[in-house]
């Protein structure tokens, strides 16, 4: 059974304050690094009585582990830290039973006892549940997936534990004569594995993804990913796994890619899977949209300085700029606040509360924008908070969230200023082409020399990074499609409420019903090149590639599962003979958790068999980190 190797020394570190203890470092090296007497003596005087108690027990332990190491040097034991590895030489078919009438070498070797074990467990069919040994066809059944690591580099010592657990686990169930089994498989992590073949390409051939076309550059990461799950699936053998790998499955073979077209096609039909143009979480360095769960809220308690993608210097965040935007056709003005200066140039209102006595003068006016010109009226509404920064709030849909649903109350227009790779547009005005923070420092000086700023402070806030690429989330008005999982999540918490279900620990499930409580609609959609395109298509002008009005009709998108059934819907939809039609397909694709999701049923035989019918499905147990339950476990 694979196993972590055994922990060698009873103390490996100690934490003392600040100081760390380092496996066969002296404490005082630690503790008092001064070569001067002075310099020791006011370290030393500042030590309490319980740190020099540590110290002296150490120092002790120390010299007697010294002492016992030493002792040990004159003898033969020493040897075995001193051999080097000893290997099985004798010629064995692969997948023959190895030869062990010979003695085993004196001193243990990994590689000589480990030798040919796996390949012949492998082709006895050991780890199959259909040729298990001992276990006949009514016996009792247990069933696990291994987290599909992604295809993005080798495992690494938290792939190593979870095999360990994992293993231990369908060991011991093995034992009690169950017919088990155990899937293993990899994912093809579509932002993760693009970025880093965007990465390899840069550097190896001084070419970017744009340099190529998308079918050149989905071949390079074929052929990076044939060598990555060659190297993970020699990690997980040489671990020890006793996978069944007669199911082992990737991600975006064709078995996958037939089930995830015909999950997308069955859940739109069903109303679940809808096309919208909606804010999205945008990441301009990517250029996609990622999830809710895929940023990090980074909370910031003043003034700091960053780092992001595409900018050579530092950008400062959490400072709140009051500016103040002249009141049309009277001799007034109004201050609003935001630490986002750069969205100002797509403000289309001001909001006050309407409770607000400041501004009770000043309901249903108007103001200018100073840059645009857009006029921007005052509008009432319950949600602004009349203590945040002066009480009156810009109005941008286009870029804020909330904004948005206040836009959508007041009726309000949205207008984007951004684009997809985080430039000023050109409803920026003067200001267009600039990357949005440079953006940002020049707004601030043209409002200064027209004497419209009016403070800038320190303001505790909480900023959306992207955990895929560091980037700042720049929310974007874009058409995606979602996915609706009110009523899937309704059911996943009642399993839990009800006892079906079980999170150990405990405390995770109060977390799981309270994400399924709040669940939002899911964008599935995703700008990249890698990953599985979305099987949607519309009708083009053959004259005009990327128009969808052909002989001045509108045409909806047409799901299905491939073109050729797509070009029957269309011609049965809109009346028209088959062979005038030319379909374009999205050129999205999809989130890699949709089909990561699907992953326990595919590898079950979903959909070419019935799940119903599966012997090994729903799987027992899923064995994972907390930090994918709501990413794969929850989905």
């Not at 580099?153 to 369908?170: K, Q, S």
């Amino acid at each position: 059974m694979a196993l972590l190797p055994p922990v060698c020394c009873r103390i490996s570190r100690t934490c003392v304050g600040r100081n760390i203890l380092r496996r066969g470092e002296p404490f005082s090296s630690t503790v008092a690094s001064r070569s001067d007497e002075d310099g020791a003596a006011k370290i030393k005087s500042t030590l309490s009585d319980r740190e020099q108690k540590i110290r002296r027990k150490f120092n002790a332990q120390q010299k007697v582990a010294e002492k016992s190491l030493n002792r040990a040097s004159n003898k033969h034991v020493s040897k075995a830290w001193k051999t080097k590895s000893v290997s099985y030489d004798k010629d064995t078919p692969v997948g023959h039973r190895k030869d062990i009438s010979d003695p085993l070498p004196s001193v243990y070797s990994p590689e000589f006892v480990e030798a040919c074990w796996y390949d012949w467990w492998e082709a006895e069919g050991l780890f199959n549940p259909d040729t298990q040994p001992n276990c006949g066809d009514h016996s009792p059944t247990f069933s696990m997936v291994f987290p599909p690591p992604n295809v993005t580099g080798n495992l690494h010592l938290g792939h190593a534990l979870t095999v360990a657990l994992e293993d231990c686990l369908i060991r011991w169930k093995r034992m009690r004569g169950k017919k088990t089994v155990w899937i293993p498989g990899c994912d093809h992590a579509g932002i993760a594995t693009q970025v880093v073949v965007e990465k390899l390409l840069q550097s190896r051939d001084g070419v970017g993804r744009k340099d190529l076309s998308r079918d050149q550059f989905v071949e390079e990461v074929w052929k990076w990913k044939e060598s990555k799950e060659s190297e993970i699936f020699t990690q997980l053998r040489r671990l020890g796994a006793s996978f069944d790998w007669t199911r082992s499955s990737f991600t975006m073979d064709d078995r996958f890619s037939d089930a995830v077209t015909r999950a997308f096609v069955r859940l739109h039909r069903s109303g679940k899977i809808y096309r919208s143009e909606q804010l999205v979480n945008w990441s301009c360095h990517l250029q996609s949209a990622v999830s809710d769960i895929e940023v990090d809220a980074v909370p910031l308690s003043g003034k700091t300085s960053l780092r992001v993608p595409g900018y050579e210097k530092k950008v400062d965040f959490g400072q709140l700029v009051l500016f103040a935007y002249p009141l049309e056709g009277r001799d007034d003005e109004i201050t609003v606040a935001t630490t986002r200066l750069e969205t100002m140039l797509a403000d289309v209102a001001i909001a006050v509360h309407p409770n607000d006595s400041r501004y009770t003068h000043l309901h249903y006016c108007a103001a200018r924008h100073p840059f645009t010109g857009r006029i921007l009226p005052i509008v009432l509404d319950a949600s602004v908070d009349p203590d945040f920064g002066s009480g009156a709030v810009k109005i941008t849909p286009g870029h804020d969230f909330k904004d948005f649903e206040i836009g959508e109350r007041h009726g309000l227009e949205p207008v984007t200023a951004i684009t997809d790779d985080g430039a000023v547009n050109e409803n920026g005005g003067r200001f267009q082409g600039l990357p949005r923070f440079a953006a940002r420092v020049e707004i601030f000086k043209s409002l200064d020399d027209l004497s419209l700023i009016r403070g800038v402070r320190d303001h505790a806030t909480v900023l959306p990074v992207c955990s895929r690429s560091n980037d700042v989330i720049e929310p974007l008005l874009k058409p995606q499609w979602f996915l609706d999982c009110r009523e899937m999540a309704g059911r996943a918490a009642a399993l839990h409420k009800a006892g079906e279900l079980r999170i150990v620990p405990e405390r995770y499930g109060v977390n799981w019903t309270r994400w399924m409580e709040r669940i939002k609609p899911w964008c599935i959609s995703r700008q990249l090149w890698w990953g599985h395109r979305v099987p949607a298509f519309r009708v083009a002008d053959p004259a005009t590639p990327g128009r969808s009005t052909p002989g001045g009709l509108s045409y909806d998108w047409i799901v299905a599962v491939d073109e050729s059934e797509a070009v029957k819907i269309a011609a049965r939809k809109y009346g028209v003979a088959a062979e005038t039609l030319v379909l374009e397909r999205d050129t999205d694709v999809l989130d890699t958790w949709f089909s990561s999701a699907l992953f326990p049923g595919v590898c079950h035989g979903w959909p070419q068999s019935d799940l119903t019918a599966a012997r090994h499905y729903p799987v027992d147990v899923m064995e994972t980190g907390h930090d994918i339950l709501f990413f794969w476990v929850a989905r």
